[in-house]
C-alpha cells in the first residue's frame, strides 16, 4: 500500500466557488491519501457565498478556504504539487507559471456558477450543479490505481475524467 499523499492544485481564473469547491471535496473525500488546495490567475478575494453556504450543508469545514492566487503555489517554499486540475475554461487558455517539480496536469471545466445570473435560488442551482459534476470527477480520480499507472495511461485517464459528462 502506498503512504504517500499527493498534494492536487484546482486552479479557475477568480478561485471563489468551482476550484473551492473542488478543493473542499477532494479533502474530505480523498481522506489522508490527498491534500487539496485551490488558486486563481485573478482572484476575487472573496469565496462564493452560495458555494460556501453548500458546503456548510454538506457538513464540510470551510473556515480555511479563501480566494488567493496562484503565485502562492509557484514559490519555492510552497508545497510540491503532483497534480493540477483546471476547472474553467478561461485558466485552461492562460500561461502558467512553472510549477516546481512538473506536477501532472488536465483541464475539467466546469461552467461558473458565479457567472449565473437570477434569483438566490438559480444561483444555488448552480452552484449545486457544478458540485455535482466536480465530485463525480473527483470521485473518478479518486478510484485510479495511481501508482500503478506509468505516466502516460496516467494523464490520459486524467484528461478522460475531464471529458466525463455528469
Known sequence: MNDRIYNVLFLCTGNSAR???AEALLNHLGEERFRAYSAGSRPTGT?????RELLERQHLPTAQLRSKSWDEFAS???PRLDFIFTVCDNAAGEV???WPGQPMTAHWGV???AAVGGDDEARREAVMKASIQLKRRIELFLALPIDKLDAMALQDKLDGIGREKS
Open 47 to 51: 469565496v462564493n457565498p452560495y458555494a
Open 96 to 98: 502558467c507559471p512553472v
Open 111 to 113: 461552467e461558473d456558477p
Open 19 to 21: 476550484s473551492i469547491l
Open 76 to 78: 519555492a517554499d510552497a
